[in-house]
């Protein structure tokens, strides 16, 4: 049996996304930077999936630019919006400790290399962010918050709202990472008082090698890839129609099928999680419950076991699953995120995220909760930090 439980590390580009980028790779070829009819199509083509996205978050197609991935448009409104902003004498940024390497990274890059100061807010015991710690960390040198929509190894939804509606007031540029939100949850970048947000074509059943960053009209940070005049001028190099097609396609698909998804998965995520806390004794649940969690997202540390050990076992019986980020799979440092979360390091090993999709049935629930049991009670049964927890619960 394969049972494919990875869905924020990315999806499979759906049938009907295929079928509408299946032209672009042959007949409709043309630049769209060329000026003969024949490569209209092209300029058609991208013009459409630009009002798609734009429609999906209620934004103005001239507010979508689209980039190579979210990791890009990440570092499109953080470099672009510093460099901006130093010429007015704001090099602060303030982000969160739970960020994605996209945004942690070019962090530690702008404070290295631009001088920039970044404030890392912590976040509770579920991951939320204070917008009370949101407001107190911003001085007359802040360039920009940036607070990610959810995050992608625990599922928790940030108060978006709230911190939009702070920045507005405060006049400061506010930009959220909704790459796993966006596939999930109904976004409104105006009601929302969103100024910047990154999104991703290949966690909403669209292609890798996609992105999108939308910047609310008037807002000017520099551009970050240079060259051509693309993108309104502000995005250089020959556009990926074929993929910018299907990111269009696959963004509108998904508004047809938002609520329904919701709820389907959100059942099959409580499902999963109640089961393994019935049958797992000293099983965790990381991050928030209900509502604030992304309806696909399970993550649990086990005590005593190591999260990579898992996911060689669960291999072995045919189930994909991670530990995390899917950026940190090459990495045996524990999780930043479950750090943040307050979890000391051992739990932060142990962890093994589920992400559930449309290609998950209840069979496959069914059969995690028939497999996973027995391969935490083997390996905890050869474990030396499982005997020592369990003398440690001798008599309490
Ligand atoms: N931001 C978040 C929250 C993510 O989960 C990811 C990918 O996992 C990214 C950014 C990077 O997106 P991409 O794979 O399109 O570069």
Redesign the pocket.
């Known amino acids: 049996m394969f049972v494919y439980l990875d869905h924020?590390?990315?999806t499979p580009t759906s049938p009907e996304v295929l079928q509408a980028m299946t032209p672009y790779f042959g007949e409709i070829f043309g630049n769209p930077s060329s000026v003969y009819s024949f490569s209209k199509k092209s300029r058609e083509a991208i013009s459409k999936a630009r009002q798609q996205v734009a429609n999906a978050l209620n934004a103005n197609s001239d507010e979508i630019y689209f980039t190579?991935?979210?990791?890009?448009?990440?570092n499109w409104a953080l470099k672009g919006t510093l460099e901006k902003g130093k010429i007015a004498g704001k090099n602060h940024i303030i982000t969160t400790a739970i960020?994605?390497?996209?945004?942690l990274h070019t962090c530690e890059y702008l404070k290295k290399v631009e001088g920039a100061e970044v404030t890392y807010l912590p976040v509770d015991s579920e991951g939320f962010v204070s917008v009370d710690d949101v407001r107190k960390a911003i001085t007359d040198k802040t360039a920009l918050v940036s607070v990610?929509?959810?995050?992608?190894e625990v599922g928790t939804i940030e108060p978006v709202a709230e911190i939009g509606a702070l920045c507005r007031e405060m006049k400061i540029p506010f930009h959220t990472?909704?790459?796993?939100?966006a596939a999930h949850l109904k976004i409104d970048v105006k009601a929302m008082n969103i100024d910047m947000l990154?999104?991703?074509?290949?966690?909403m059943y669209g292609p890798?090698?996609?992105?999108a960053l939308y910047m609310r009209k008037g807002l000017r940070p520099e551009n970050f890839v240079h060259g051509g005049a693309q993108e309104h001028g502000r995005r250089a190099s020959t556009e990926n129609i074929a993929g910018i097609v299907g990111f269009g396609a696959a963004m509108e698909i998904l508004q047809t099928r938002l609520a329904d998804d919701a709820a389907i998965n959100s059942a099959r995520r409580d499902r999963l999680i109640a089961g393994i806390l019935e049958r797992i004794p000293h099983a965790k649940l990381n991050g928030a419950t209900g509502n604030h969690r992304l309806p696909n997202n399970i993550n649990f540390s086990f005590i005593g076991v190591e999260g990579e050990t898992l996911l060689l076992d669960l291999d072995a019986k045919g189930i994909s699953a991670s530990t995390g980020?899917?950026?940190s799979s090459e990495s045996l440092d524990p999780s930043h995120v479950l750090l943040a979360l307050g979890l000391k390091h051992e739990m932060a090993h142990g962890s093994l995220r589920f992400t559930i999709g449309r290609l998950t049935d209840d069979s496959q629930i069914d059969y995690v909760l028939d497999v996973l049991p027995e391969i935490v009670a083997r390996r905890r049964a050869m474990s030396p930090l499982w005997e020592d927890y369990m003398k440690s619960q001798e008599g309490k």
Do not use: L, W, Y
Not at 68 to 74: H, I, L
């Open positions: 924020t590390a990315t190579g991935s979210g990791t890009e448009a990440d960020e994605h390497h996209a945004i990610m929509f959810a995050n992608n990472d909704a790459v796993q939100a990154s999104m991703s074509a290949h966690k890798k090698g996609v992105g980020s899917a950026c």
